[in-house]
């Protein structure tokens, strides 16, 4: 993660992306940095969560949106699976993620590099993640 300018992080969703609530964490304690996120549209329509989307800064796009983000220097998180993508699995895993390409446009329009990451056990990541906190 870079110590200032933007960054794309493309990131697995898990069922719960508990995860990646502590990795936006560890951002914020090492870096000094916060990271918007996008989220899928219906995530905005579930009652009583949108203090939680106000916490982790998540927006529902555009692609504009996130072009201007990124350009305005911010980090930005998406993850092109989404929730579909949520099922455990092994070394025969296969990307679930259809015709979403538009977060590889938004790298591109935005003139920024994409960090990528993938958490083939997030149980065990999240643990070593959580030291920070202890």
């Not at 106000?54 to 949106?65: N, Q, Y």
């Not at 538009?102 to 065990?124: E, P």
């Amino acid at each position: 993660i870079p110590e200032d300018g933007p960054a794309l992080i493309i990131f697995y969703h898990g069922a719960i992306p508990i995860d990646f609530y502590y990795f936006m964490a560890k951002i914020f304690i090492h870096k000094g940095r916060t990271c918007r996120v996008v989220a899928d549209h219906f995530v905005f329509k579930i009652p009583g969560f949108s203090l939680l989307l106000d916490v982790f800064c998540a927006l529902h796009g555009p692609r504009e949106k996130c072009v201007e983000i990124l350009r305005s220097g911010h980090l930005l998180a998406i993850s092109p699976g989404g929730v579909r993508e949520a099922l455990i699995s092994d070394e025969t895993y296969n990307i679930v993620w259809g015709h979403r390409r538009g977060f590889a446009q938004v790298a591109i329009d935005a003139k920024v590099g994409y960090l990528g990451g993938f958490m083939r056990n997030s149980a065990i990541h999240l643990l070593q993640c959580m030291e920070v906190f202890q």
